[in-house]
């Protein structure tokens, strides 16, 4: 399994912006598929967003679509969440994820799971 490591999480206000990071330091993330899952207390956990081996391709829960953006530096062997226009319902801790195969969400699709990184924002 990959070794994953959130990082960026935090308070912001409303409206503000967070860029989350998931490094892995044995692996190579551009052999996996990698994607962000969020949980919220009390709530199953869901899908964010993921993105292809190149970062060519990347798919987007509806919740985020046109506020968040998936992407990887493979010089960095890092990818990010970058989150903009945050509102309070996207409170959650959140998780980066890597598969071996193509993803449209599923967290079964998944194998390697990151600790989470809190990320709070008050209205």
């Known amino acids: 399994q990959v070794q994953l490591v959130e990082s960026g999480g935090g308070l912001v206000q409303a409206g503000g912006s967070l860029r989350l990071s998931c490094a892995a330091s044995?692996?190579?993330?551009?052999?996996?598929?990698m994607g962000w899952f969020r949980q919220a207390p009390g709530m199953e956990r869901e899908f964010v967003a993921s993105i292809s081996w190149s970062g060519g391709s990347a798919y987007y829960a509806d919740s985020g679509k046109g506020r968040f953006t998936i992407s990887r530096d493979s010089a960095k062997n890092t990818v990010y969440l970058q989150m903009n226009s945050l509102k309070p319902e996207d409170t959650a801790v959140y998780y980066c994820?890597?598969?071996?195969?193509?993803?449209?969400?599923?967290?079964?699709?998944?194998?390697?799971w990151g600790q989470g990184t809190q990320v709070t924002v008050s209205s």
């Open positions: 994820a890597a598969s071996r195969r193509i993803s449209f969400g599923s967290p079964t699709d998944f194998a390697s």
């Open positions: 044995r692996h190579t993330l551009s052999s996996y598929y």
